[in-house]
DNA sequence: GATGAATGAGGATTCATTCAT
DNA sequence: CATGAATGAATCCTCATTCAT
């Protein structure tokens, strides 16, 4: 719930109807900013289609932010998730097999970040990483860099485990984070894609590119093939 | 008629008008152009600044290129590799592993397109979907469906002869192209981030992935492990 | 009708009126709004800037004034000195000489005007002369022709009394006036001036002023020197 | 003759229109601002209305200045008089006496500064000398300064030659200044001021101060009165 | 009264595009 | 052909003013 605190004014019901909008205004403004700039870009975005998209007039926006360029770094900040840690403590306790944790990693990943509109940060930091480095490099120690560790851990858990063969990690990484990446990227261009593109069910594209991964990664010795991840629990 | 022209330039372009082309001005505005807009965007790059970087004024661009947009347009349609139907052909002939079908094709991708400026195009692509739909449905029709063909084909041959299993190719089609699109990404943000990234070795990259790939996909009663592609030829 | 309000105002205003205003929000306001535009000028002057350093909200000040210009001309009204009556009334029953009176003159002026804050009134009159032509006829009436009347009087008791030789009175008012009011500009100015310009004394600056114009003033027969005016008392 | 350059190009008659009309921009926006800015003062002045009172669009402005604050900067720099060194030069021969001398003095300046519109830069000195802190030292150092020095000089000459008495040169400059600086300031108020005040003719003001100062500051012991300046010689 | 959130007209600045030379 | 000066529509941002609370 990366915008949480802008999602719970619904129940103080007792502020002052204005007081209620100063208070959302900021996370409108955001949701409607997050939108318009994974549609079209930060260059091609007007802050007026932004105020307006948020039902605002385009001075308000600028009582909430000094400038577009903030808008957009707070739009980047707001969306990160922090998931990681979260996630990172729920490892501790897990107890099935590592190919099921990677299942539940990817899915869990894909519910409350890949299917939202937070998903659309992924997307600009690709797009606008030439133009706003500072927030790339920030984005690269907030969501990137956990991002490698966790995925890592999870990795280097299979090892351990001997349900995976020796990986190498460095690269390894990469064999979960590039069809997720692909995935967001797809879903991304859906508005300007052609039908066949539509046919991507992301469930099963997710499944399937973990069933790929997983058979790749068993280890030689584990007789039978690994199977889909949870008949192995 | 989003894509009409497209299909007219690219196939009536004579070989005579192409030669005189590329050492002319228009070939040093469309390097420029491509460079630029891959770097900042459609709308964040200036005219002047793509007439400057190819060495003539402002209205000489104009001279050539009917308005920014049609700019875009040629940078996209030139710049579309036109090697899927020679590697297509070359396929028919191929005798070995389909392991080394996969590692030619992508290695011989990888020189050709991936390390090429050319690359910067399927950047562009998903930089600006929403804003160039017709420019997206176009490099479609020409780059992604002849690219999903192809790679089908060597599935297909893969598990026609028996090397890999039994796959669901709407998603393993994927799983090549997911990891390429994702080296692309990550190459050209290269100006932006952090060293660490640095560290990703393009031909090692490959390997790992394909290798991984492979494991996944051997079929069941291959005994042994597939192992590395070139020790099966 | 330009200056109409301006002469109500001024005149209608009962004691009791402005005994309440003054330990009221329109006086903070005023001297606020008066040291801002002195400082920056009108047009550079933001009304929430004025409101802050009276230390009320921006929609407060809107209850008191119209608006920005009527701000102005208030500022302007109510800080026209009404010292010319009361001068012109004390110098009926002088009776030193009048190089005392001139001096007494002068330095009551400044004890009263020119230091204090209104005479940033003066500089506005000058800045702002093109953008409020209305408030600088209104000015020249309250203000400048009063000063000058009065001024004449004292040369004229000058040249009547034999002080002075023959002059013409409609230049040499401005001897006076130019001295003084060259030193209010640079008062005004001393925020952005160098540091040389600080060593103006204004006492000692006056008195070296009158001194010239005195010696220049002298009637020819009056043998020795005329003087420092306290002297001559 | 501050802006020289910008006179001088209607005799390269052979010059291409637009060539000519390109090099006469930035003198035809420097004049217009000048008078605008003098006229509403800095932020009041649109710079649309410069670019139309220099006959050209908006944009061309910004072709030949960075904004309008340089526009600002380049306006005073370009109307600072350099006629100081001249006049410099021309003291070391000159013969006659003082009084001549600073006749002459304040004569030429009215003929060359305060006639012409680059006097409006002292308005513009005061209205936004706070506003421009930077352009109001650099003011100092190039016009103020060597203005005070060159009166000195005369003064010193003066006192020298036994023409004039012993003065404090510190404040005696300021007799000279201060009635100039007046004069200025009137003539800019003009557009705003009461008919009474165009009754002041420039040459006969400048004629009766600098009668009042030599009075004022002749020699004791020099007998009669010093007379008018032109009957000294 | 007092507040300050909201507005939107207005102004500075940019930049794709034109066109005279 | 090539140029680059000129244009003005488009866009960011400011700020005087309003008004619901």
Redesign the interface.
């Given at each position: 719930m990366p915008n949480a605190k802008f999602h719970c004014d619904q129940h103080q019901a007792s502020v002052a109807k204005r007081e209620r909008r100063k208070e959302a205004r900021p996370g409108e403004l955001l949701n409607a900013a997050l939108d318009l700039f994974v549609?079209?870009?930060?260059?091609?975005t007007r802050v007026e289609e932004v105020a307006a998209r948020a039902g605002v007039s385009k001075g308000t926006l600028f009582l909430y932010f000094q400038s577009k360029e903030e808008l957009f770094k707070a739009v980047v900040c707001e969306n990160i998730s922090g998931h990681l840690k979260e996630w990172n403590a729920q490892f501790d306790s897990f107890e099935g097999s590592t190919a099921d944790m990677l299942d539940c990693c990817l899915n869990a990943w894909w519910d409350r970040v890949g299917a939202t509109r937070a998903s659309g940060i992924n997307?600009l930091?690709?797009?606008?990483?030439?133009?706003?480095?500072e927030l790339?490099?920030f984005y690269?120690?907030e969501v990137v860099?956990p991002g490698h560790a966790l995925i890592r851990r999870v990795l280097e858990r299979g090892m351990a485990r001997g349900e995976f063969r020796v990986l190498?990690l460095?690269?390894?990484v990469?064999?979960v984070?590039?069809?997720m990446?692909?995935?967001i990227?797809a879903q991304?261009?859906m508005?300007?894609?052609?039908p066949?593109?539509i046919?991507?069910d992301p469930k099963?594209?997710i499944a399937?590119?973990l069933?790929?991964?997983?058979?790749?990664?068993?280890a030689?010795t584990a007789g039978a093939?690994p199977g889909e991840p949870k008949a192995g629990a």
């Open positions: 549609e079209k870009g930060f260059a091609a997307k930091m690709v797009s606008e990483a030439r133009n706003f480095p790339v490099a690269q120690q860099l190498d460095d690269y390894a990469y064999s984070l590039a069809p990446t692909f995935l990227m991304h261009c508005g300007a894609c052609v066949a593109q046919a991507l099963k594209y399937a590119q069933s790929t991964l997983l058979h790749g990664w068993s030689p093939a």
